[in-house]
């Protein structure tokens, strides 16, 4: 069974930086892609950032600059990297992976619980 777990949430003043981390436990065939979503109160949940198997990344213009998404070369571990925070940015951040099953080569996508980002003074 795969699994994602974050960590890393957290309360931060603006200007402020906070690295969020994701685990992925279980068996894949491969790797697609994973990525950071997140959803504010009232909003509709957006892509944050992503990275594919061969690194290659992607961001949402209000994050360019100040987040950076990186991996592992396993797959196993998504992080996020972000920077200059603003209260604009609150939101729950959401991992996201998407793969090929080790038992039936099918197509998944699978969600973390999601982690709370408070940036507020």
């Known amino acids: 069974q795969v699994q994602l777990v974050e960590s890393g949430g957290g309360l931060v003043q603006p200007g402020g930086s906070l690295r969020l981390s994701c685990s992925r436990s279980?068996?894949?065939?491969?790797?697609?892609?994973m990525a950071w979503y997140r959803q504010a109160p009232g909003k509709q949940r957006e892509l944050v950032a992503s990275?594919?198997?061969?690194?290659?990344?992607n961001y949402v213009d209000s994050v360019k600059g100040r987040f950076a998404i990186s991996r592992d070369n396993a797959g196993t571990t998504v992080h996020l990297q972000m920077n200059s925070l603003k209260p604009e940015d609150t939101a729950v951040y959401y991992c996201?992976?998407?793969?090929?099953?080790?038992?039936?080569?099918?197509?998944?996508?699978?969600w973390g619980q999601g982690t709370q980002v408070t940036v507020s003074s």
């Open positions: 996201y992976a998407d793969f090929l099953g080790y038992r039936d080569g099918q197509f998944y996508r699978y």
């Open positions: 279980g068996r894949i065939f491969s790797l697609n892609a």
């Open positions: 990275v594919t198997s061969d690194n290659h990344t």
